[in-house]
């Protein structure tokens, strides 16, 4: 995922006052360093050595470092102590529960799950303008990961707006990398030579291309290309060290896709760079953009010299987003290299796994879709929130909605756990008790049953809350205007 050069540098972004040298040390790209920093404090709070050290964002920080380093089952139990470590409203839980949640869904390729949560951050009141735009860049490069180029580019746009108005040094450059970034991640996919690419080259088809100017104007360029020439001006006035090293990979990965073999000892340095640093994830993905871009520049032993460190770990799984760039640049380079029995059996093997994250990614993104019109969760992401042990609870409460009766002392007799222990496990997690929770997914089948089309007038809005276990109409009226800033009335009116 080419976004984990991005996250450690934007999730420090968004912690203020932070200790001595780290930011420093992240926007020189030495996220080893930052880590071992971020460690001691996790461990000083451990032992309770002062307060700072043990705050909910240094602790979160210790947690993306390991992320970053792929280390992302301590870091599980390091995002569960920040969140415990937070003293604030609820809201702060429920936004850093979203937040985590999502990036840790990211990490994992569950893309869908990833754009649930950040969207749901995103529409959390009071959230810290910093976190917004952490939760937009997230989306833009969750909707790329999904082949969604448009609406990616439509994301990165109010990122980029949000980032003016927040009038950070950092944020702009982060802005203008990823300009560049997603453009030439498009270009390169939309090569002619890659047109079987068949999960990218379905999302790129048909769709106009757009630049932003220096003053935020948007206008229409000629081809993939032309936009990424364009971008490549902007970051050029990048400062920030880490993302001017991914920027220098850039342009010579653009090079090498338009044939120029030379540019491979700088590329080479650049994945060197990458492991180094201890930036699996990243190298991984790195390395088949790199086959990628020597598959369109039609040299095959190149990509499948590039390929060979990947199939020691990458040859077992055989499902997800995970696999999907792999399979093609497998099955591509053996076909190219006139092993054409080979090529086929991998190409099955993407036809396969392609439509599986098609089918599975539908459900999300047409609700992403819809989302500016309905305004409501796109879809449930509060199990990837809670511990493991406790969904089973939440999947008994929506499966039991629609009582009138249900209490929190029969969901935790259900699951068998004590009903402190029930409360305890969801505010921590979620920032909402069971109750608080229950209350907010009525409102929520309320409202989607009041924007669905086949709603007639003969059925009265009670009868719809009724329908979810809400019986009193002056409960509805206050907790829907508490939840969506408007009364059930005002809905059916859209």
């Known amino acids: ?124 009141p009071d959230v810290e303008v910093s976190r917004q735009l952490e939760a937009r860049l997230a989306i833009t490069g969750t909707l790329h990961e999904l082949g969604r180029s448009r609406d990616a580019t439509d994301a990165l746009d109010e990122l980029a707006a949000a980032a003016s108005e927040h009038g950070s040094d950092s944020w702009r450059d982060i802005v203008a990398t990823l300009r560049f970034d997603v453009a030439v991640q498009r270009e390169l996919r939309g090569a002619a030579q ?31 290309s032309d936009e990424a020439d364009l971008h490549e001006v902007g970051a050029l006035s990048v400062r920030t060290p880490l993302l001017c090293e991914r920027i220098g990979y850039l342009r010579q990965l653009r090079a090498l896709a338009s044939g120029e073999r030379g540019a491979m000892d700088r590329i080479t340095a650049h994945l060197n760079w990458a492991q180094q640093h201890g930036l699996g994830d990243y190298l991984r993905t790195t390395r088949l953009e790199v086959v990628l871009a020597a598959l369109a520049c039609d040299a095959p032993q190149l990509a499948e010299s590039l390929l060979e460190p990947l199939h020691r770990t990458d040859h077992a799984a055989s499902t997800g987003h995970r696999q999907l760039e792999y399979l093609y640049c497998v099955a591509k380079t053996h076909q190219a290299l006139g092993r054409s029995r080979e090529g086929m059996v991998f190409f099955g093997r993407y036809a396969l796994i392609a439509t599986q994250c098609l089918r599975d990614d539908s459900q999300v993104l047409t609700s992403y879709s819809a989302r500016a019109a309905r305004q409501a969760p796109q879809l449930d992401d509060v199990a990837a929130r809670l511990p493991a042990r406790y969904r089973r609870a939440y999947r008994y409460l929506q499966e039991n909605l629609d009582r009138r009766d249900l209490s929190v002392r029969e969901v935790a007799a259900e699951v068998g756990v004590t009903e402190r222990a029930l409360q305890s496990a969801f505010k921590h997690s979620l920032g909402l008790s069971p109750s608080e929770l229950i209350r907010r997914l009525r409102m929520e089948r309320i409202r989607a049953d009041l924007l669905d089309d086949s709603f007639s007038g003969d059925r009265t809005v009670l009868l719809t809350a009724n329908k979810w276990g809400v019986q009193n109409r002056s409960t509805l009226v206050s907790g829907y205007r508490k939840q969506f800033h408007e009364v059930p009335s005002e809905t059916l009116e859209r």
Request: net charge positive.
């Open 1 to 124: 995922m080419f976004l984990t050069l991005y996250f450690p540098l934007a999730a420090s972004l968004s912690v203020q006052d932070l200790p001595d040298g780290f930011i420093n040390k992240v926007r020189e790209g030495n996220v080893q360093a930052a880590g071992a920093q971020a460690a001691r404090w996790s461990d000083l709070a451990r032992n309770g050595a002062g307060a700072a050290t043990g705050s909910p964002g240094l602790l979160q920080l210790h947690a993306d470092m390991q992320m970053t380093l792929g280390i992302c089952d301590e870091a599980e139990e390091q995002y569960r102590r920040a969140q415990k470590a937070i003293r604030s409203p609820r809201q702060a839980i429920r936004a850093a529960s979203c937040r985590n949640a999502g990036w840790q869904a990211l990490f994992r390729h569950r893309l869908a799950t990833a754009l649930s949560c950040f969207a749901r951050l995103i529409d959390e």
């Open 194 to 224: 890659l047109n079987d690419h068949v999960y990218w080259q379905s999302g790129l088809g048909g769709q106009g291309l757009r630049s932003v100017g220096a003053v935020g104007t948007v206008g229409t360029v000629g081809t993939a």
